[in-house]
């Protein structure tokens, strides 16, 4: 998925957040935005996503604006993970079970992220219940389960181990490249941003 972006504006009261003249996301890449804190990259993640809908100007995808099918085929991993109260199997399910699909070949795509985010181990296990790391794992795995056109990543890997950074890493470009799904993930580390992006935007 490409996204355009043209005289972005955002305003928080009277503070200006973000005035992006032009911007170009590629199809099929993994984009690295970089910045210093409080330059709005979160922000900008929120309007890509559909989750903020007050700003000015224009963001197309694929050369037109936000629909439900759209919506449908993107998905956005935060800093903070968010599960459910359920199991982790259950966590990753869920967008598979509500975009329908049949039973066994949904089965067959959650237990293939879960063994590829090496989490075999926490199945059965409380997600709200997990540690840093576990949560992460658990949500990049729903994130993905679904295969994404776009998917959007905001510091995905902050303040957890570095095996568990390795993991996340690893699978996140294992992903672009088997899918060709277009990834943008938000980062103040540099290093991470060489290691993933195919392209850097500094904010």
Sequence with gaps: MEIKIKNLKKYYGERQILNIEEM????GKITGITGSNGCGKT???????GLDKEYSGIVTYNGIKLNKEIINNMTIVFQKPYLFRRTVYENIEYPLKVRGGDKKENKNLVMDIIKRLEIEDLINKKAHLLSGGESQKVTLARALVFKPKLLLLDEPTSNIDPAAIEVLEREIIRFNKE????IVIVTHNMDQ???LGQRIIEM
């Design 179 to 182: 899918t060709n799904s277009t």
């Design 43 to 49: 922000t900008l993640l929120g309007i890509i996503s």
């Design 193 to 195: 941003s060489k290691r």
């Design 24 to 27: 170009f996301i590629e199809r």
